[in-house]
């Protein structure tokens, strides 16, 4: 593990990069761009709005550390899944999934986002693994907001924004085979109805094992129509649907021994060959828009979804108290078996009212608007008893044998959300913005759940009703140097309630504990200070920010009983993150990022627990170096290659007193080309993992799951 830097160094670093970047980014912004035609490359300019209608500021103007993926982007790269396309986010760590918490599961800065995946404004609660089949975009948000989203966001969130009906009609088709078994094909049409409305239909079907992993499979289908009315009119309706299903065989990779990953093949595969996961989401949305004037507009969002799921999946695990010099072939793992189904319901509605005005020479937007949500999960959990296990160094495969099972847990929740906010973006001349705002939620749930032993006996009843209520507050001021540059100072907080999804009150899969019951929140602040600037002509940005983000009223072990979580831990995250964007030249295009994270558990009431993290330790999934870069050069209007290198250093699984767990750095390359062939018809070659290395990519404190071996992809695409 890397040694944190002195104190002071840390202190310096923070101080000098702001204005390091003020110095450098004008002198670049001046530089010329050679002659040349016209040639589309991936990337994205520099003065791309954010689709989140209250953040009413341009991307360079937004006093807030973001980055933007197109879909240009990743289907360059042959990304097929979200979190694929999160690879490329610098400060994006993943993690792997358990019972309730399968899905995508990254972390951010060193803290979960799995209650922070938002869909077109909305929150997307459900938890299954997103294909970008109908993305326009992804934008990832950091740090705290919960003047923005109410509840979660410690560390930011992740936003999906939909493609959207368009007045041209179009066609576009993809078909994708790969050497991991991949079988893909896309459909995005589009068809305008009259002069002010349209209809956008995507499709997706899709199969893949993973290049290097016995077993694993996934296959998913969906498809997205969105209608849209009244474009380009004063009065707008969208009408959109989502409905993506998954028939995978879950992949929870190999267990941890001696605090590292287990040194046996890439391959080896420890579940059954029966073992499934089958997801089932719905996703309905109505948007209303009317602008009452050029200085007045409402907006009224209605979000139904459903999520259904069913799963039996195997975790592998060293017995305790194996010595670290015995042969892997001697040592025999025991199967951690999970099945179970849940049905999570969700229901929100948002409404917002954006004026424009003025006082005196100050230039105010003012987004105000309420929030009423219901969440309604039901889980089912179902342990096993009896399942035979296998050897660690050659596990055979075989289909699922136990001696018996029995229902563990029935839970059913009820969550109701009201948020009232209001944002103002004041404009003070030319040269400053300054951004204020406040929300108000109160978060009341009602939890049941009724516990068996394995003779079918109840063993357990409870019945809690928490309700949480909280301030949020936001304050920064942008100074505008020039027109295509700015200099930020924010603040802004966040809380996480004690009831936030089935998966906090269910704070152990495995043994279905209920250690979170009636907590206060858990809050979380950052302060951030940042430089964004506009170069070449607007086709590139480049943005650099130092950030602090305490997290407090920490869940950790009660010492008077630690089968129980009290609020009494305090963790911080603070560091850089440096990211550059856009086109150099009309025939190159580059991502490039960085971040470095300076994670700990600052203070704990029961540090000598077991599971109390130990203080001083980073936190889990929370790398100190990370990092991407993204080129691609079109040689002729017809012929492009890119090459792609994604990095971080040494992660943690799990930092507690009685396990921790490191993972150890990598380094990925990947490699990729584009040729027309003819006009709208192309063919597109993607080779992952170039190089072959054996690297630890989503981690869990009880498995980690290897990344992909060498693959290659070829697609064909056509447009009309």
Known sequence: MALPLPSNSRAASAALLPALACALLPRIAHADTEASPAIIVHGQMAENRISLEKIETSQIDTPQSLTVLNQDEWQARGVNNLADALRMVPGI?????????????????????????????????????????????????????????????????????????????????????????TRRATLDANQPLGDHGALRVNAMGHTSHVAGRDEALNRRWGIAPTLALGMGTDTRLTLSYLHQEEHNRPDYGIPWFNGAPAPVARSNYYGFSDDYLNTTV?????????????????????????????????????????AATTPLEAITVTRNEFSGQSSDLFLQNQTDITANFKTGAWDHTLVGGIELGQEVPRPTYIFHTGVIATNLANPLPQAFAETSSYVRLHAHARAATLGLYALDTIRIGEGWIAIAGLRWDRYKAHYQSTGYSATGAQSSSTDQSPVNRKLSLRGALVYKPAANGSLYLSYADSFNPSAEGITSMISS??????????????????????????????????????????KSNVRVPDPANSAFNL?????????????????????????????????????????????????????????????????????????SAGLGLLFQSSRLGQNTNASYLVAPGYATLEARARYEVAPGFDVQINVSNLTNALYYDQLHPFHVIPGAARSALITLGWKG
Request: glycine share 10%.
């Open 93 to 181: 760590s993943l993690g792997a999934g358990e019972t309730s918490w399968q899905g995508n599961n990254a972390s951010l800065r060193g803290f979960t986002t799995r209650d922070d995946m938002f869909l077109d404004g909305m929150r997307d609660f459900a938890y299954y693994y997103r294909d970008p089949f109908n993305s326009q975009s992804i934008e990832v948000l950091k740090g705290p907001a919960g003047i923005l989203f109410g509840r979660g966001s410690t560390g930011g969130v992740i936003h999906q924004v939909s493609k959207a009906p368009e007045s041209a009609a179009s066609t576009a088709v993809s078909l994708a085979a790969g050497t991991d078994d």
């Open 282 to 322: 719905n996703i309905v949305t109505l948007k209303l828009e009317h602008d009452v004037s050029n200085h007045l507009s409402l907006r009224n969002r209605t979000r139904y979804s459903s999520a259904d799921r069913s799963f039996r999946t195997s975790e592998a695990a060293v017995p305790t108290g194996i």
């Open 509 to 550: 899969g495995r043994s279905v504990a209920q250690a979170n019951l009636d907590l206060r929140p858990e809050t979380g602040r950052v302060i951030e200070a940042g430089v964004k600037w506009s170069l070449l002509s607007n086709r590139l940005m480049a943005s650099a920010a130092v950030f602090d983000t305490i």
């Open 567 to 639: 609020n009494g831990g305090r963790q911080r995250s603070r560091g850089m993150e440096l990211e550059i964007s856009g086109n150099i030249t009309a025939r190159w295009s580059l991502r490039a990022g960085y971040a470095y994270l300076d994670t700990a558990t600052l203070w704990s009431a029961n540090p000598d627990a077991s599971g109390s993290p130990r203080i001083g330790a980073p936190l889990p999934l929370a790398p100190r170096h990370s990092g991407s870069l993204q080129s691609d050069y079109a040689f002729t209007p017809r012929l």
